[in-house]
Structures are given as structure tokens and as C-alpha cells.
């Protein structure tokens, strides 16, 4: 507990030192009343944060605080990028011999505007129904019967402290509006447990579509009551793909979609829980393509290994706040996109419908994403010309769900 504190305290530090510096010291020479209140600013923050954090995000889920200390982290990180990139900046003018002795302040000035324009645009962007990304995926097995079937992903909706039911039912409406066959969502729904989050989830019960809605659990249900999910999506009308898989087919073809619990699932010590990719095929026709719904991008070995046609992940966010997608390319093996890993197997990672912590995008859209599955041998996996928030209108079909 020592060392962590220690490390916690060190980290704080690290984050808070860079603006400081550019902002109040380092040669900008402001009169001492605005040194002293940016001074207090930041030392106030360093003893608050740890207490705001627990207060929020431990057993008492104080949803203010939460709000609080999110925000507040949000704001520093980006502080301290751009901060660092203020410096370099100063670096460069120093060795220029430019900007005289007012260079100092004229970057300070320079970070605090960037940094407050990105912090407004980047909370409009987590804030807002995200725009409809369009991708054609060519999956090689798939029957023509199948071929145009749309799947729509969600992921990372991350319902907590900040109430988005009405950002939620206007999710689904844009979701309903695309005429889904199949609905996906990948996980991590929430932060915070189903009856705290009862209201901001209740919009998925209206998401529809012709062959199957889907949901897996990702890593942050595992903090929040993940049996409770699966129970209260199943509530809504999702098939919770807790290790198994449902059977859709259409026009004489069929389509395995199946899901395993998040990778974090066997630490968590819930009784049941953990990523069985061989109990989810159980009983599957293996002559069947497969859609596998895995919350973590990380989990596409095995994927691979067991020959999975498309992976459907989310959980990098893509970064959220550029530069942290350079952090998490360390731990994951894709930030987002479409990915081809060995033979056959071809991996899809969204941005994430939704944030977590700090309401800010910053250089990492969200997006709500609508596959059109591709028969054939086809390569081609390029998506389609721009983003967009119009539907497209597909045609009618029927089918059927068989549960393995």
C-alpha cells in the first residue's frame, strides 16, 4: 500500500509539474498574486485527486466526486502534452534567438489557449451521438445468401457518473435508423452497477434488429456487477454471449456468432466467469464462418488459433485523448480499425460509442459502426468514401436465431 502511494504520488508529480512550469514559472515572470493562485491551483489538485477518486470510483460510487476528479484528470493530461510540447517550442525559439525575453509568457499563453480549445472541442466530441462509420469486410466463407448482411457495433458505451440517458436514447435511434440485421455490443456498458445505471441503459431495450442483438461483457462490468449485466441485458432483449453463440441464417446460409467473457474475467473470482473461446463453439458447425465477439483487441490470438473468420473488439477508445493511443498500441495489438491476423482471421476494433473517465475526444472520434459482411475471396477491405451520420436503407429480410 506504501509503494503504491508512493508511486501514486509520483505519478501526480510527473503530471503536474510540466504545466506548472510552462504556465507559472520557467522564465514567464508573472506579477507574484498570479503565480501564487496558479501555484495553489495545481497544489490543490495533488492533494484532492487521490480523495476524489476513491470517493468516486470505490465502494461509495459518489458520482459527483466521480465527475470531479474525471473532468479534472482530463484537463491535466492535456496540460501536460501540450505543455510539453510548449517546452519544445521554448527550446527552439531559445536557440532561434527568437521571441526576446517575452517568449516565456508568449508560450505560456499559447499552451493555455490550445489546451482550453481542445478541452472544449474534445468534450463536444465525447458528448455528442458519434457519427456512423461504414466498412465493407469480405469474409471468404460466408454464404451468399449472407452477403450484405449489416452488423452494427457499439461498444464501450460506459454509462456512469455524468447521466447520458437521453445521449443513450438517441444512440439507439441512430443505431435503429441504420435497419440492423445484427446488432453487436462489445462491452464495457457501464461504470457503476445495473441499478445505478438502470435509466442510461434503459434505450437499448429499443434497439432493434432482424436476426440477433449480441452484448459480451468487457473488463469494467467485472468491477461493476458482471453477472448483473448479462442478466440485465438479457432484460432488454440482448442475447448475452456469456461463453456460447446463437446461430443466424438467412437465405439458406449461416452465420456462428459467438462471444467470450473479457480476458479479465478469471482474475475478477466470479465463479463462472472467464474467456472459454472452446465453450463458446461448443456444438457449432465448424464448416460455419464465425463471428466472435471478444471485448479486448489482445484476445485475436487466440481467435486466430482456433481459425475465427472477423473478431469484433472494442476497449482502446482509440486512445481518447491523443497521445495516450501510443500507450495503449504497448499493451494492445491494434488501437482501431480493420486488421488481418494470420490466414484467415480479420479483426475489427472500434473507437468505442461512448468515453470513460474524463469526457473528452481528443484526435480519437467516437463511432457507432456499420459492417456489410462480403461473400467471396474477395481482399477487399477498404471502407467507404467519408463518416456519416445518414442511414442507409437496406432491404428487407428475414431470418432466423438458433441458440448453441
Known sequence: ??????????????????PWLTLFASGTAWPFPVFLAGTAVFAAWLV????????????????????VADTSLGVIWVLFTWSLLGGLVHLLLIGLDVGGAG?????????????????????HEAMRVPRVKRLDVHVPRLGGGLDGTRVVVLADTHYGPIDRAHWSARVA?????????VVIHAGDIADGTPVQRREQSAPLGTVRARLAKVYVTGNHEYSGEAQGWLDR??????EPLHNRHVVVERGGDALVLAGVDDVTAESS?????????????????????????AHQPKYVPQ?????????????????????????????????????????????YTSRGTGFWGPP???????????????????SATAPRTGDTTAADTGSGVSGSVDHG
Open 303 to 347: 481467435a486466430a488459433a482456433a481459425g475465427i473468420d472477423l473478431q469484433i473488439s472494442g476497449h482502446t477508445h482509440g486512445g481518447q485523448i491523443w497521445p495516450f493511443n501510443f500507450l495503449v498500441r504497448i499493451d494492445q495489438p491494434v488501437v482501431h480499425g480493420l486488421s488481418r491476423h494470420g490466414e484467415r482471421t480479420q479483426l
Open 48 to 67: 484532492s485527486f487521490p480523495f476524489l477518486m476513491v470517493a468516486g470510483h470505490g465502494p461509495r460510487r459518489a458520482d459527483r466526486a466521480a465527475r
Open 173 to 181: 435511434g441512430a443505431v435503429n435508423a441504420l435497419d440492423a440485421d
Open 360 to 378: 473528452f475526444r481528443v484526435f480519437a472520434p467516437s463511432e457507432i459502426t456499420l459492417l456489410t459482411l462480403r461473400s467471396g475471396s474477395t
Open 269 to 293: 473470482g466470479l465463479a463462472g466467469h472467464r474467456a472459454n473461446l472452446l465453450g463458446a463453439l461448443a456444438g457449432a458447425d465448424p464448416a460455419r464462418p464465425v463471428l466472435l465477439v
Open 103 to 123: 517568449r516565456a509568457r508568449t508560450v505560456a499563453v499559447a499552451v493555455a489557449v490550445v489546451s482550453a480549445g481542445l478541452l472544449a472541442w474534445g468534450h
Open 233 to 238: 441485458m438479457g432484460e432488454l432483449g440482448w
Open 1 to 18: 500500500m506504501r509503494r503504491r502511494l508512493v508511486v501514486l504520488v509520483l505519478v501526480l508529480l510527473v503530471l503536474c509539474l510540466p
